[in-house]
């Protein structure tokens, strides 16, 4: 367990975080100042990684991979410019509010021939992409939300499910509670 305030920087290309065989939480703010700006979490399958404090990661896309491993997200606050799941893995929000200035991705090939992820949603905050919220983009896709806001208004964002010609992929998006505010699609 840590606690306190990690923060990430320098040039490693290594995962900053890497829970392929034991599971463990977090109780601390995070910080990633690293270069370069693609930020790989791996959780192996049947693990749990907990994170407890808020996640900056501005300027930093922040990708959770592993092979169907767990990140359970319990803090306050989460920002940054894009987030996403490959791998298989699971990403569930208990607590709190996530913000991108670019996308939220629920199951993608961020990596090449990499699979799917599901994203559950039972925080009572926002999820406020900022220009894509895909569910599913080359991959299989699973959005499950059971309280709080997904809000995909903002001006020029997109709401897609089976994004980028995934026709072939299960995509998904569950709700089961809460708000999903979307445009119309002229507007």
């Known amino acids: 367990m840590q606690n306190g305030t990690l923060i990430f920087n320098g040039s490693n290309t290594n995962a900053a975080i890497n829970a392929t065989s034991a599971s463990g939480t977090i109780n601390a703010d995070i910080n990633l100042w690293r270069s370069p700006t693609n930020e790989y979490w791996t959780v ?3 693990n ?3 994170i407890g404090g808020s996640i ?9 991979e592993g092979g169907g491993g767990t990140v359970v997200f ?3 606050n989460y920002t940054g410019d894009q987030f996403g799941l ?3 893995s699971v990403a569930t929000f208990n607590s709190g509010d996530l913000t991108t200035t670019s996308a939220v991705l629920a199951g993608s090939d961020i990596v090449p021939d990499d699979a799917g992820g599901t994203i559950n949603w039972n925080s ?6 900022g220009a894509l919220l895909a ?3 080359n991959a299989d896709g699973v959005f499950t939300q059971s309280n709080g806001i997904v809000d995909t ?5 997109t709401f897609a499910i089976g994004s980028s010609g995934s026709s072939s992929t299960t995509n998904v998006y569950n709700l089961n509670g809460g708000v999903l505010k979307a445009r119309s699609p002229a507007g």
């Open 124 to 129: 009572a905050g926002t999820l406020t992409p």
């Open 56 to 64: 900056d990661f501005t300027g930093h896309n922040l990708y959770v």
């Open 153 to 157: 208004t903002a001006s020029g964002c």
């Open 86 to 88: 490959t791998d298989y």
């Open 135 to 137: 569910v599913g983009q």
């Open 44 to 46: 192996g399958s049947g």
């Open 48 to 50: 749990t990684l907990t």
């Open 74 to 76: 319990d803090g306050t």
